[in-house]
């Protein structure tokens, strides 16, 4: 089974658009809680919380659900906030 590391409380993880559900465009997201790991359609899949990280390093003030596939999440560094 894939680590889950990289969808920890407290990562920045990146996920591109087929990778995620539900949105459009690539996702960057700081994860504010893990609500559920498990496999769906033979995929590890996460449920997150988090804010969405603006291309400048900021938060978007409004937090937001997202599905996300384990194995295509990125681990990413972000300008400091």
Same mark, same amino acid.
């Given at each position: ?12 993880? !990146? =996920?591109?658009?087929?990778?995620? !559900? #539900?949105?459009?465009?690539? *996702?960057?997201?700081?994860?504010? @809680? %893990?609500?559920?790991?498990?496999? #769906? @359609?033979?995929? *590890?899949?996460? @449920? *997150?919380?988090?804010? @969405? ?10 937090? /937001? #659900?997202? #599905? =996300? /596939? %384990?194995?295509?999440? %990125?681990? =990413?560094? %972000?300008?400091?906030?």
């Amino acid at each position: 089974m894939p680590s889950t590391t990289r969808v920890a409380v407290g990562a920045t993880i !990146r =996920v591109p658009a087929d990778a995620y !559900r #539900f949105g459009t465009g690539p *996702l960057t997201l700081w994860i504010t @809680e %893990v609500l559920s790991v498990g496999r #769906f @359609e033979g995929v *590890l899949w996460a @449920e *997150l919380r988090g804010h @969405e990280v603006n291309p400048d390093g900021t938060l978007r003030i409004r937090q /937001r #659900f997202a #599905f =996300v /596939r %384990v194995d295509r999440a %990125v681990a =990413v560094e %972000v300008p400091s906030r």
